[in-house]
């Protein structure tokens, strides 16, 4: 088991360069000057061109490109993550903040989805073609189609807005010095359903799909001649080899929940990668955004070697 | 059934039987339409004895023996009719809990394919295990799992200690059939049903599975319900047996005499399809044609399109013959309306 994480670690890394890669020369490729982005109009109104030039060198953005990408791989190495353009801090400082309330969300938005997914497609499975069947398959159909920018305005309409249950944005309440932790749960309850909803879809399918195709297995009827319980035998056989395929799904939509994640964060003011993304790019903030895209690399391919080892942990036929 | 009742009652005053089905019918919802699987079949089985219920692919063996226990999916098998009584209880009228509780415990299955009769995900150790606890509250945890290696020890398993924390891939085939014998043996059971058991092993091991079938026998003391399409594990193994043909039962007879003088044209092109050693021909026999579609069944007896005897006389055409003592006061039983001309063929005139 040890020697098969070890094996996947490794052919992680060579993917990860390519990624660091092609992502810095995307960056590159990005219309508008940082230079004069940084300016305010006023400076730039009286900048004179060797002013400009001079700001260029002292970013280092008048060497050769190649250049640029090893000195900020090196920096990468180190920890060091850049500095920004418009805030003149740390990348890697602002990236460590931001990255806390981003998993809390992430990892709640994704259990829910997983929860309420895994149980909806394993009782549609069991119950097929019955109305409650073709009720989850409808539902998460919309599900999936509804825009999450849309689904995020509208719940902060009706919920907040309308029937001000919960908060319209943000991760505590900002009056109070020492929030509790019923506060902050206050606060999280509403984004990461909008999140989830968006994630269930899949979710609902592909288990209610594994789920039909474990519980025809001839193991399953082993099972009940035994004389143990349906429900014992549907979670306690079929649930576990219904996930191992489910693992390989949950990785895929990984890139969708960080989209996912930009949108939402921006909505509800969530002081997350998300929002620091979407403000990175309206401000042209490139050692940000390099950054960005880098750690969501890394997210992705460590969440494909989190699945493989989940998958590896479930089925022991794999574990080789 | 009146006719298997008679019979019963002319062995007199004998002990009561331990599984008598009677009048069973079941019907599968198939894309053709309805399939009738199992027409109207009744069977004893005593203690201590090894029924066999023989026939081709698709005869209904199966389905009549899983129906039993429940254990056909209920959005494809429809029961008819039927009573099922075993241990003073109709199996086919008891509650899905109390069925739950008879299955594995008093009646107990192996199933065909070891390969995939286990879970994957499990090892042998907590599957055999799970059997025990299931039905016995007190079991705790390390109990079940000492009285599972001793089982799988007792089954043939080398290294049963190692061999419980294993995964069933780690298993060869015969070896899991061996740990599915044990499983099906945890608790005992009254009647063990063996649903083709051999079929997926090699001839080496199929040998050695029947040595442990039967020293299970002797160990639990049991009845088995062996259902196989293979008449050499018949006469290893069978006290008795049935022969299916197309969802009815068409003979019914002790091993010995089943092959000595089979009463069915059925049976005896059965029988004569067995290779032999010494035969001088190339060919394996066969019989001609196929089964009939159990969507549409023919008119009359179900195997006269095939049947060497019945030379299209009109009452095979029209009439299906019912299950009838071949001699009076005999307790073979058959389904052809001319048994007693096969008398009169040799079994080995080829």
């Not at chain 1, 900020?72 to 993550?81: C, H, R």
Request: charged share 20%.
């Amino acid at each position: 088991m040890l020697s098969y994480v070890g094996r996947r670690l490794l052919i992680s890394v060579p993917v990860l360069f390519g990624i660091l890669g092609i992502s810095f020369i995307f960056v590159q490729m990005l219309p508008g000057d940082p230079v004069r982005a940084l300016m305010s109009p006023e400076e730039l109104a009286t900048a004179s061109p060797e002013y400009i030039e001079q700001r260029r060198s002292e970013l280092g953005l008048d060497k050769p490109i190649f250049v640029q990408f090893a000195a900020w791989i090196g920096e990468v190495l180190q920890g060091n993550l850049g500095h920004s353009f418009r805030r003149n801090t740390p990348v890697a400082d602002m990236i460590f903040e931001r990255i806390g309330p981003t998993a809390i969300l992430a990892i709640t938005a994704l259990s829910i989805a997983l929860i309420i997914g895994v149980l909806l497609g394993t009782f549609a499975a069991l119950k097929q073609n019955s109305w409650f069947d073709y009720l989850s398959s409808v539902t998460s159909m919309m599900a999936v189609s509804i825009p999450n920018f849309f689904l995020g305005l509208m719940a902060i309409y009706i919920f907040s807005i309308s029937l001000g249950i919960f908060p319209t944005g943000g991760m505590r309440t900002l009056a109070a010095s020492n929030p509790s932790a019923l506060d902050r749960v206050h606060h999280l309850i509403l984004p990461a359903l909008v999140l989830a909803i968006n994630l269930i879809g899949p979710y609902v399918r592909y288990t209610r799909q594994s789920m039909l195709e474990v519980i025809r297995q001839d193991y399953i009827t082993t099972a009940r001649a035994k004389g143990v319980p349906w429900m014992k035998v549907v979670f306690g056989h079929g649930l576990r080899n219904a996930l191992i395929p489910l693992t390989t799904v949950i990785a895929i939509q990984v890139p969708i929940l960080l989209t996912g994640l930009l949108v939402i964060e921006t909505i509800f003011s969530w002081p997350g990668l998300g929002r620091l993304t979407f403000e990175s790019i309206m401000g042209r903030d490139y050692p940000v955004i390099v950054a960005i895209v880098f750690i969501s690399a890394v997210f992705v391919v460590l969440f494909n070697l989190l699945a493989d080892v989940t998958a590896a942990a479930l089925d022991p036929r794999i574990r080789l | 059934m009146n006719e298997m009742a008679e019979a019963r009652e002319k062995r007199g005053a004998e002990r009561e039987p331990l599984l008598s089905v009677r009048d069973l019918s079941v019907s599968l919802r198939s894309d053709e339409g309805l399939v009738q699987a199992v027409r109207n079949i009744g069977w004893d089985i005593y203690d201590g004895e090894v029924l066999a219920i023989v026939g081709e692919s698709g005869s209904g063996k199966s389905v009549s023996v899983n129906t039993l226990l429940g254990l056909m999916r209920q959005d494809v098998a429809i029961v008819n009719s039927g009573h099922a009584e075993f241990g003073g209880r109709d199996l086919l009228n008891l509650g899905e809990r109390e069925l739950r509780e008879v299955r594995g415990k008093d009646i107990s299955v192996i199933f065909q394919d070891p390969m995939a009769s286990f879970n994957p995900v499990k090892t042998i150790g907590d599957q055999i295990s799970e059997a025990i606890r299931v039905h016995d509250e007190r079991a705790t945890r390390r109990w079940a799992w000492s009285r599972s290696i001793t089982l799988l020890s007792m089954v043939g398993v080398p290294n049963p200690e190692l061999r419980c924390k294993q995964y069933p891939h780690q298993y060869s085939g015969g070896m899991r059939q061996r740990a599915m014998i044990a499983m099906a043996m945890a608790n005992r059971p009254r009647l063990l049903i063996a649903d083709e058991p051999t079929t997926a092993l090699d001839m080496t091991i199929q040998a050695q599975i029947i040595d442990v079938l039967r020293l299970v026998q002797k160990e639990t003391g049991g009845a088995i319900v062996l259902i196989t399409h293979d008449l050499g594990l018949v006469a290893e193994l069978a006290d008795r047996v049935l022969v299916m043909y197309a969802g009815k039962i068409v003979e019914s007879a002790g091993v010995v005499e089943l092959f000595a003088s089979p009463r069915h044209p059925y049976t005896r092109a059965l029988l004569e399809s067995l290779p032999r050693i010494g035969d001088q021909s190339d060919e394996l026999r066969s019989i001609s044609g196929q089964m009939p579609s159990l969507v549409e069944l023919p008119e009359g007896c179900a195997f006269h399109p095939r049947c060497s005897l019945s030379h299209d006389r009109q009452l095979c055409r029209e009439l299906e013959p019912p299950l009838q003592e071949t001699n009076s006061g005999s307790e073979r039983l058959s389904a052809c309306h001319f048994s007693r001309e096969l008398d009169e063929l040799d079994i080995f005139d080829r």
